[in-house]
């Protein structure tokens, strides 16, 4: 019988797990970069909750993590599912969650992104429509409103009283659960846990989705509707089972705050650096003019590599211990992929630190290298949309706005918990161009 491979981890630092952990909290990216710096791009850290944790800078390791399958390392415990739910995808692994994802792509792919293009407009529009020109002001709040007005009318695909509160709620819910994402919060509010305030929050979010339900469910249209809420309750798996009503609202959960988070705050570091690098923003404007798409989608690849809103993604082994490389790691020990150094690394990306859509001219991200969307069985499933609701936001704004150009430094990264934003909420400076102000009056 062939003994089993001896546990070997990576190097680490060796201070007490509580300032290790207090170090991670204070500065999840500040820590990693160091740790790099000393022990190399792998390395295991020790930290409060979740154990010893190997972290993964090394694109071919990463790969090799996201290769192995569910069975050998999957869902990391805990996860954003705590908080989501125990029906969100962040909450499922293996079969249910292969089952679950071959349910939920044809939602967000294919001819349905022709579908959302008009409603990411409208959002857009209508948010433009209040901005102040020739002063500064940051972006984030607005962007939040597009991303978050857009998902909710593909979800419902109309207005109403639900959906008015839902635009009140779900920005509250967000920001609570991005305090407990990473532990940080001991309290909130009137002495009450962050936690208490959470699930309040949450069971008037359970009411309002009950409500759309039920409304939907009643609707003699229904089958003829093709918002995501309307499909989710047609849609069933092989077997023909459909969806529960509380499965529905926490996959919505899912898409009202983990989707709307990433794509406001990726709009708003797009508008930061291009502020930062006139070259680049006259260059993406001529090409916009030109009717060409392709300098825009260089620069949203490049923002999203040298500002990565989500900083990294786990896993947890599963199978009595796994091969990483050199290492050999236990069952039950989190691995945890850098995206942020990943996206860093010199030997990937010459001047890593560089702002440069250039470097995407004439080929496409490598997925072992780039991973804004993360990677393996578990890759955000909503990519595509994200792709295009920036695109088209970017598209419009650049097309009825100058972008004034700054020489402010640049804004540093805040850590949400849930996503890095831009550490003055992305302040642009706007002027509205005439044949927008001529449109604007025609209408």
């Known amino acids: 019988m062939t003994a089993a491979p001896a546990i070997s981890l990576p190097p680490g630092s060796r201070l007490p797990r509580s300032v290790q952990g207090l170090l991670y909290l204070s500065g999840r990216r500040r820590m ?91 959002a857009y529009a209508d948010e433009a429509a209040t901005w102040p020109e020739n002063i500064e ?90 918002d995501i809420l309307a499909l989710l309750l047609r849609n069933h798996y092989e077997d023909g089972k459909t969806l529960s009503h509380r499965d529905i609202a926490d996959e919505l959960a899912t898409l009202l705050t983990a ?77 945890i992929v850098s995206i942020a150094l990943i996206h860093g690394d010199e030997t990937v990306y010459p001047d890593p630190d560089v702002f440069d859509p250039d470097r995407f001219r004439g080929r496409r991200p490598d997925p072992l290298s780039w991973l804004p969307y993360g990677g393996g069985n578990r890759r955000c499933l909503g990519s595509d949309f994200a792709d295009t609701e920036l695109k088209v936001i970017l598209r419009s704004l650049l097309r009825d706005f100058e972008l004034l150009p700054t020489t402010a430094t640049g804004e540093r990264m805040r850590d949400r918990g849930i996503a890095y934003m831009p550490g003055k909420g992305g302040r642009v400076a706007l002027r509205r161009r005439q044949v927008s102000r001529e449109r604007d009056t025609a209408r």
Do not use: C
């Open 32 to 122: 990693m970069r160091r740790s790099r710096r000393r022990f190399g791009p792998v390395f295991t850290l020790n930290l409060p909750v979740i154990g010893p944790s190997v972290f993964v800078g090394d694109p071919v390791l990463a790969r090799q993590v996201f290769a192995a399958g569910p069975s050998v390392a999957g869902k990391a415990e805990p996860n954003l599912g705590a908080l989501l739910g125990p029906g969100s995808l962040f909450s499922l692994d293996d079969d249910p969650h292969r089952r679950r994802r071959r349910l939920l792509s044809p939602l967000f792919h294919g001819t349905r992104m022709r579908e959302y293009e008009a409603l990411i407009e409208r």
């Open 137 to 226: 002001f940051p972006i984030l709040p607005a962007t939040i409103r597009i991303t978050l007005d857009t998902i909710l009318r593909a979800v419902f695909g109309a207005d109403g009283a639900e959906l008015a509160a839902l635009r009140r709620l779900m920005p509250t819910l967000g920001a609570i659960g991005s305090r407990l994402a990473t532990g940080r919060a001991i309290g909130f509010g009137r002495g009450r846990s962050a936690r208490t305030r959470l699930d309040e929050h949450r069971s008037e979010y359970d009411a309002l989705i009950a409500k759309l339900i039920n409304r939907a469910l009643a609707d003699p249209r229904l089958s003829d509707r093709g």
């Open 259 to 335: 989707g709307n988070e990433t794509s406001a705050n990726t709009l708003a570091w797009t508008l930061e650096r291009l502020r930062r690098h006139p070259e680049a923003l006259a260059r993406l404007v001529d090409d916009l003019n030109a009717g060409n798409d392709e300098v825009l989608q260089h620069t949203i690849w490049e923002v999203q590599r040298v500002r990565p809103v989500i900083g990294t993604v786990s896993r947890q082994v599963k199978a009595p211990s796994l091969q990483l490389g050199e290492w050999v790691i236990a069952r039950g020990h989190r691995i």
